[in-house]
């Protein structure tokens, strides 16, 4: 079983989805261990709570510099044997201090079809470009922002109707069906791998 941390800065709704999914699997290749959030505030600690999943909050200003930030996440994720780490609404651009202990490890979702709207606005760039369609990508955590290998990508046709909040809503229910599925399929591929 691949043992998963999320992480998030906000809403938590992908986290949310993942856990519920994850839990209606038959045979599971993985499990979600805990939620690392980087802001005290965010409702995504709440959402932790009701599924009973723990939490950390690991805050950037209360550390000396980003590399201090990442080495006491590392801590966690090794403390917990964490194996594959999935960004869901994670606002924080990744540095190489975690991106060399989780090399092809971090995984993320994005909001718009990759590469084009890059950046942590995809929904509202794609919109504001009067863009006629976009969609959600799934790409693995590298340097750059946005740019890592994409792993699964799904269109959106962009109703000219529609206002920011019902782009909105379209794109997460993309998110929501997507997202588990393909964590699903990597940690079956993780778990071939060690047999």
């Not at 980003?66 to 994670?90: H, P, R």
């Not at 991106?99 to 794609?126: E, S, V």
């Not at 946005?146 to 529609?162: A, F, N």
Request: hydrophobic share 40%.
């Amino acid at each position: 079983m691949v043992r998963v941390a999320v992480f998030a800065s906000g809403n938590g709704g992908n986290f949310e989805s993942l856990v519920r999914t994850s839990r209606e699997w038959d045979n599971p290749p993985c499990r979600i261990e805990l939620l690392i959030v980087d802001k005290k505030n965010a409702f995504a600690i709440k959402r932790a709570e009701n599924l009973g999943i723990p939490c950390y909050v690991v805050s950037l200003k209360e550390c000396a510099d980003k590399k201090e930030y990442e080495e006491k996440i590392i801590k966690i994720l090794e403390d917990n044997n964490i194996e594959l780490v999935a960004l869901a609404g994670y606002m924080k651009i990744i540095s190489e201090v975690l991106l060399n202990a989780y090399r092809n490890k971090i995984i993320n979702i994005h909001p718009a079809y990759l590469p084009n709207f890059p950046g942590k606005d995809g929904i509202g760039d794609a919109f504001r470009a009067g863009a006629s369609e976009t969609g959600v990508t799934i790409h693995y955590v590298d340097e750059g922002v946005d740019s890592g290998e994409i792993i699964y990508q799904e269109k959106l046709i962009i109703d000219k109707s529609w206002d920011i909040e019902k782009l909105e809503e379209e794109i997460h229910k993309i998110e929501h069906r997507i997202y588990p599925m393909v964590l699903k399929q990597l940690c079956e591929k993780i778990e071939e791998e060690r047999n």
